[in-house]
């Protein structure tokens, strides 16, 4: 069937309703309207000639035989089926009749401004049925009356039945008329859009900070306009077509798996559509680490630094270090490495590894090559037996005389010439106090006598091998004997008393003044962080007295501003690390005070009598903060005093 036929057919189908076309007058312009939303179809006009549609925005003249049919269907020229030509058909639907109505009144006959001939349907949609308004020559006020006053209406085809007086269906468009003249402008749907097809492709791995090009392809390559890059909700960028092909690239894929699709929004001519999900799993940055001490070996309760050095070097957050399988804490990672200070706590080898923490960006590593360091026992020197008080006589005093100066420095001097470059023991009196080995100089030798108490005293050189006196004098000692302490910002103040016949001291060997209890967990509602004392050392080598001693602790009440814990809080656990001295005997170590429950002042250790030679210790340390106390750093002072009885 050929396009003529066609054309010939729709022409006998509504045969008698034309008049003459006129010329289009330039006078006038009729107003493009909008295509009405309530049509049953979307129709388009075409040329009678040549079944080819009238572009939008077409103005005709009101008289325009075999000029102004409607088709289903918008095309430039129409396939050779009769069908594709006709309207759809609608059941129970009888007849068909070309109408103008106002808009809104499309469905009700009565209410029509003029209309044409009934044509039957026979169970077929109608065939380009001619809608040029001069045909429609029935109705009131009539279409001449309608070309007068111009406006806009509604124009098209009804379906009906019951003798036309029944509306089934209506399939109209818009027409905006010129008064008088008559010519009109119609409105045109929008013609359907090309449907589309969108695929992305991704890589399937990456790792985090990778450059990752997501890459969308939308089919028909015509296709215009934008790809919007998705993860669920979040937008990661667009890209624009070209050929196609849109992309995207990001470095911004966090660790872990991304489902990803590409939303096509369509343009004038093409449809929008969307990819399935593809799936990018980015990989955190692999990590290595080394471990290295600033020591091999130190004796037993000093510290030693551990340092990690971390591959690769702007890794970022934490190295957890291990003494075996026991966790010492962590290091923050900074310039590549991360460093712990630990407390070698006995004698023996230690074997320290660490590793790095996982966090967003970075994996965890394997454990570092094991360092070791080794614990070594205290060297203890006992000091030497001294003369009886009883043996220092005026037969030899040997015309020696006795000083002390304002920083503590005893000198015994006048001593015979015979005794330059002679090595000496040096003690005060009246208890026997050894003050150290020194060699005569210039007929003197010089001690410190800080540890010594305020009053008179007398200094005396004894032969190390024979221990007879060579020779003493007497002096007067004004100030007080100095007092070693430790002092700790939760810390601790450490204080001794002075000693007297051999050492008598307490000595911080942690090498920090500051506690930080840290990693709190809930326990019950409260907060509870843990931390270490640090290790300290008490030496008693009082051989001649043997008093004994206590190592007594005070703690201050916790505050952080105007906010309070009780003391009460600080739970202590003391632990002994090593104890050197023939002949020592071995101090006792109170039980542990409970977090919460702790009750100060609390004796650490005690001695009940004897020398207890060099003892080094630590304590665990736990904070229990009462529920509902404000979060932040609460600040203490803990101190040790080292009393003798």
Sequence with gaps: MNRTKLRLVAVGAVAGLFATMAPLSAAFAATEPTFPSTSDAPIYLVDGNDNVQYPAGTQLPWNAPLNAHISAIPAPEYPDSEELFRLPYVTGAEQFITFIADPGHERTR?????????????????????????????????????????????????YVKDTGQTVVAAYFTTINVDPTVGT????????????????????????????????????PAAATGEVTFKEGSATLGTGTLSDGTATFSTTALAAGSHDIVASYAGDTGYDGSEST??????????????????????????????????????????VQFFEGATSLGTGSIAGGTASKTVTVNSVGAHSYTAKVVANATFSESALSAAVTVTGTAAEVALPPKAPSENALLDSNRNGASASIDASNQATLSGLDSSLNGTTVNVFAYSTPTFLGTVVVNGGAVTVDASGLAAGN??????????????????????????????????????????????????????????????????????????????????????????????????????????????KSALGIDPKLISQAG??????????????????????????????????NYNADLTFLAPAGKPAGTYNSTLTLTLVSK
């Design 184 to 219: 009109w402008k119609f409105a045109t749907p929008t013609a359907p859009k090309t449907a589309t097809a969108t695929t992305l492709s991704v890589p399937s791995t990456a790792t985090v900070g990778d450059n990752v090009t997501l890459t969308a392809t939308v089919a």
């Design 110 to 158: 009565a209410d029509w401004k003029a209309y044409g001939t009934l044509w039957s349907l026979s169970g077929k949609g109608a065939l380009l049925p001619n809608v040029n308004p001069a045909s429609a020559i029935n109705g009131l006020p009539g279409q001449a009356a309608l070309k007068t006053a111009g406006g806009t209406y509604s124009l098209g085809v009804a």
């Design 582 to 615: 023939t002949g020592a005997t071995a101090p006792t170590l109170s039980a542990k005070q409970d977090a919460g429950s702790a009750s100060y002042p609390w004796t650490f250790a005690t001695l009940a009598n004897g020398f207890s030679g060099v003892t």
């Design 457 to 566: 005293h007398k200094l005396a050189i004894a032969d190390p091998n024979t221990i007879n006196v060579l020779a003493w004098a007497p002096f007067s000692k004004t100030t007080a004997a100095v007092v070693p302490t430790i002092t700790k910002a939760i810390n601790a103040e450490v204080e001794a008393q002075e000693p007297s016949d051999g050492e008598f001291s307490l000595v911080d060997t942690s090498g920090s003044s500051t506690v930080t209890l840290t990693n709190p967990t809930f326990v019950d509602g409260q907060s509870l962080s843990s931390g270490s004392l640090g290790s300290f050392k008490v030496t008693d080598l009082r051989q001649v007295s043997k008093p004994g001693w206590d190592l007594n602790t005070s703690v201050l009440d916790f505050t952080k501003g105007t906010d309070v814990i009780d």
């Design 277 to 318: 999900a593809s799936t990018v799993t980015v990989n955190k940055i692999d990590t290595s680490v080394s471990l290295g001490a600033d020591a091999a070996s130190v004796e037993a309760g000093s510290d030693v630094v551990l340092t990690a050095t971390v591959n690769p070097s702007n890794a970022t957050g934490n």
